[in-house]
Structure formats: structure tokens, C-alpha cells
């Protein structure tokens, strides 16, 4: 019984062997075929290139041959001198061509390396900008910056020098086995054993030394994922006094990565040495073998051709062994390169927001007759344009109508996190969310921006489900301001610009004003032109929260979505950032999530969430007078979690 579970678990490691060697050869055929087609001529040129090396190299053997025997046919008076000029003359320029192949070869590598790494990176820029949400709430924000550097890092310098040594190395082995068949197909035989000896070999420490790889980038991502979230929360270490813990976080992973990467390179570094020791006995066996032939009259109709043929195939043979002990030296960057690949195609094939939308937004003006006309001019009047199978145009004006119709919605499919939920927000109404954690709050705005899709029930703006609306229509009609902000390297105006990347100065400057920011801003040392780095580090909480503020008024969108943007902030700071939300929310369909009650008496309905439920709703007198949860709250009897 235990011999047969024994062999069980041999034949399970096996299978995942070939997997693993599957995996590699796909990446690798598909990575090739992504350089074809970024640089088909290019690449052509390379593989013409590399044969003229070849060749060359072929050339020579045969070459070194001849003049072998003139030389022994000088000396006994059969030739001339002059003959064995000519063949050395001949000889110098085989071997210059086969460096101009090499160095046009190596050159064109490094162009295509650096080319392939620029549209990669842009290609894996440009997908993950159309991601959804939930690829980056599932993935450390460490390991796709892992991708982008240390990956294509990987990959450049395998397309520079080990994927053209392993073309040249194929050629180049085809090329000396013809040109040893024809000089001695007997010692050639000799060569192959200890040839598919040495091949054994290299694949039993390749498949071996695969898995260490992988586990080597993986610690890396890992490692590099840890080292951007601890720094960029340092400050946080610091205040609770966890740099000890913080510190012995990191041993662990950096001790893992130690583990896996002494694992992964001692493979690395035990194949080259053990290559060349074996090309070493091939090389020694191949001459003893041929000088037995050559004085037994085997290689040769004379024993001046015998020898002229050992000259010539012992270096042949000596270089034959070469592109194996080549691969060796670029096995380390290979395999590497590989893993790295296979994380890079992961993302590309990571499938990007799906989006079936098809009613757009676009701005309108009335005509005498009061029927809407979509103009390309910016009018500050937006309606929804519904194309019908006909080819006629429909138009809806965009008012900022929302309403949830029995939507019960879950991230993963199992727990429930809204349950049969039902609201309304007419034009311009202020509807406000209060509940504990996790009760709900936030998922609800992530719908209406349709961030995740609503697989029960259903969600419509002015009447029209979202579902219909292009994503990206969708939420140009929305602005959010959240609770934790984010400011871009650049100037005050720019970041507050991002919200409508056409905006004027102007209209920067009239944005700022609404949001409460024009005086602290015109009291920066550049005013609007002010320089901001480190997402804001040289303004106050406060201040970064009005720029995401006059960012959201500057959009002019008809609904806001307002999450916990005052809860970091302190009590008077807190007030001038409602007087201008106050301005911005006037005459706007507001969406409000708030821990501070204080900020929502004002709401037209307030709806008070339960695991998911609305377990209460109605304006703050109402529900006040019902001595229920939200009572509970407000007074303090019930504390927020």
C-alpha cells in the first residue's frame, strides 16, 4: 500500500513537471510571437543575420581544413606558399562576415529589447486603466508595479541576450553537426552520446530549477508589495509603535525571497560548471578516439588528410558543445525572464470592465419649436441619447433622477451585502446614508458608478436603466468626493483641472471659489501655479480636501457622491469645507455617507442601513420622533462601528 502511494505522488510530481515545462514553452511561443508581430522586419533580419553567423562559423571549419593540407602539401613540395595565402585570406574574411552577422545581430536585439519593453509597458498601462475595480481590491498594488519593473526588467535582458544566444545556439548546432557528419560521421556519433548526455542533464536542473523561479519573482512581488504599503504608511508605524512588528514582517519576507533565491540560483550557478566538465571529457574522448582512426588510416585516403580532418573536427566538435554551455549561461535569466512574461500576459489577459452600454451623454440645446438638438458647443444643459434599431435618435434630458428597484447585490456571491434595496433621489433631493461599517453605504455609490453591475434588481437614471448607459457616460455625469483624497504630481490648477481636463483658468478659479479654496489657495507661494508633490504632503488635510472638492465642481456633474469627505478633518476646518459643499450641492441630486450626523440634518431623506437593509427612513425630525436606531445614534445611546 505504501509502495503504491509512493509511486501515486511520483506520477502526480511528474504530471506537474510537464505542466510546468508546458507553461514555459507556451509563454515562450507566445512571447515570440508578440516580437513578430511588433517587429516583423526587424526580426526577420535577425534570424538572416544569425545564419550568415552560422554559416560563416561552417564555412570556416571547412576552410581551416584546407589549409591544413596545403600546408602539409608545401611541405612535402606538392603545393605552393602562395596557395595557403590565398585560403588564410579567405578564411579572415568568412570569419569577418560572421562578425558583421554577430554584432548586426546583437545590435538589433538590444532595439527590439527596448521596443518591446516600451509597447509592453504601454500596452499593460493602457489595459490596466480599463480594469475593474475588483481586479485592484483583489491584487496588491505591489505586485502590477512588480510587473511594470522588475518583470519587463527580466524580460529585456533575456530579449537582448538570451533568446538570440538560444536562436544562434539551435543554428548553430544544426550548422557543426552537418559540417562534422561530412568530415567524420564516426567520431560524430561520439559527439552526439556525450551531446544528448549533457542535454539530459541541463533538462533534469531546468525543470528542477523552474519552480524556484517562479517562487523567486513571487517572494520578489511580494517583498516590493509590502515595501510600497509600509511606506507610504510609515507614518502610521510610527504612531502606533510597530516598527519592531513592521520590522519583523519584512525578515519573513525578505528571509523567503533569501530561501527561494539561493534555491533558484544555486540551480543557476551548478549547471555551467558541470557543462563544461562534460564538453571537457567530450573534447578529450572525441581526440584520443580520432587519433586511434587516424593511425589506423580510418579518417582519411592518407595520414595527411587524417590529420587535416582531426585539426579541423576537433575544434568543430569543441564548439558544438558551446551553444550548450551558452543556453547554461542564460539559463539564470531565462527562466527568469519567463516567469516574469507569464505574470505580464496574466494582466493583459485579465478581462477588462465589460461594457454594453450604448446610451451617451451629450450636450443639447432647444430649438424654437422646444425640441432638443444635440450640439457639439458646451451649453451646460446634458441629455442622454438613446439610438434605436431604426437609426432615429431619442434624447432624454439628464436631470440626475436616480432610483434603486429591489437590487440585492453581493462581491462574492455567497454573503449578501445589500438586500432587496429600494430608494429614490428625485432632481435635486440630498439623500443621506448612515449605518455601521460594512452596512452597505459605500456599495450602494460603487452602483450608481457601476463599478460592479447589479445582478438582481435594478438601478435607472432619469428613467433609464444603467445597465444601458456607457460607463464611461455614466460617471462624466457623477462626481465623487471621498473620504481619503488624492493629489497628483503637478500644480494646484491641474489637479483641480482633472476634474474637466478643458476647463479654463477660469473656470479652475470659479470652481475654487464655490469649494471655500480660492483663499487658502491664493495664499500659497505660486498661488494656483503652487507645485505639489507626494499627493499634497505640503497642505493640510483640510486644504487637500477643498482642491478634491473645487476638482468635483469643476466638473459641474448633476449628481454628487459626498463619502465620509469630513470625517478626517477637524471641527473648523470641517465647516468651511461644508460651507462650500453647501454650494456645491445646491440644486444637485446629492448622495451622502457621514459618521457626523451633524452633517446630514439638512438631508431631504436620510436611510439608516442594517446589514444590508433599510431598516429606517425619513427626514432628521421624523426620525428622531420614532425613537428607532437612527434616534439611538443622534443622541448617543448607539455608537457607530
Known sequence: ???????????????????????????????????????????????????????????????????????????????????????????????????????????????????????????????????PVQYFASHVHGETMNSFSNDTDSLREMLSQGLPQMISSTLMVIGLLTTMLILSPV????????????????????????????????????????????????????????????????????????????????????????????????????????VILVVNGALGTDLEKGIAIMIAFLPASKQFSMPISQFAQQFNSILTALAGAERIFNILDTHLEHDEGYVTLVNIEENEKGEFIETLDKTNRWAWRHPHHDGSLTYTELKGDVRFESVTFSYDGERNVLNNISLYAKPGQKIAFVGSTGAGKTTITNLINRFYDVPDGKIRYDGININKIKKTDLRRSLAMVLQDTHLFTGTVSDNIRYGRLDATDEDVKKAAKLANADFFISHLPNGYDTWLTSDGANLSQGQRQLINIARAAVADPPVLILDEATSSVDTRTEKLIEAGMDRLMHGRTVFIIAHRLSTIKNANV????????????????????????YYELYTGLFELS
Do not use: W
Open 187 to 290: 567520431l560524430t556519433t561520439l559527439v552526439i552520446g556525450m551531446l544528448i548526455l549533457m542535454l539530459f542533464v541541463s533538462s533534469f536542473i531546468t525543470k528542477n530549477g523552474r519552480k524556484y523561479f517562479i517562487a523567486q519573482q513571487r517572494d520578489l512581488a511580494k517583498v516590493n508589495g509590502y515595501i510600497e504599503e509600509y511606506v507610504e504608511g510609515q507614518k502610521i508605524v510610527n504612531i502606533f509603535c510597530h516598527e519592531n512588528t513592521t520590522k519583523k514582517s519584512f525578515d519573513e519576507l525578505t528571509e523567503a525571497l533569501r530561501k527561494s533565491a539561493l534555491s533558484a540560483q544555486s540551480f543557476s550557478n551548478i549547471i555551467m560548471p558541470i557543462l563544461n566538465n562534460m564538453s571537457f571529457i567530450s573534447y578529450v574522448l572525441t581526440a584520443v578516439v580520432g
Open 606 to 629: 436620510i436611510l439608516v442601513l442594517e446589514n444590508g437593509e433599510i431598516i429606517e427612513r425619513g427626514n432628521h425630525e421624523t426620525l428622531l420622533e420614532q425613537h428607532g436606531r
Open 1 to 131: 500500500m505504501k509502495k503504491s502511494f509512493g509511486a501515486k505522488n511520483n506520477n502526480i510530481n511528474l504530471a506537474k513537471k510537464r505542466i510546468n515545462s508546458q507553461t514555459a514553452l507556451r509563454v515562450l511561443k507566445r512571447l515570440v510571437r508578440y516580437i513578430f508581430e511588433a517587429f516583423p522586419f526587424q526580426s526577420v533580419i535577425i534570424l538572416f543575420t544569425t545564419l550568415i553567423s552560422v554559416g560563416a562559423n561552417a564555412s570556416g571549419t571547412f576552410m581551416l581544413k584546407e589549409i591544413v593540407e596545403s600546408i602539409l602539401n608545401v611541405r612535402k613540395g606538392n603545393a605552393e606558399i602562395s596557395t595557403v595565402l590565398i585560403s588564410i585570406a579567405i578564411l579572415i574574411c568568412i570569419y569577418l562576415v560572421g562578425v558583421i552577422g554577430t554584432f548586426t545581430t546583437q545590435r538589433l536585439a538590444l532595439n527590439i529589447s527596448a521596443g518591446i519593453m516600451r509597447t509592453m509597458r504601454d500596452q499593460m498601462f493602457k489595459h490596466v486603466q480599463y480594469l
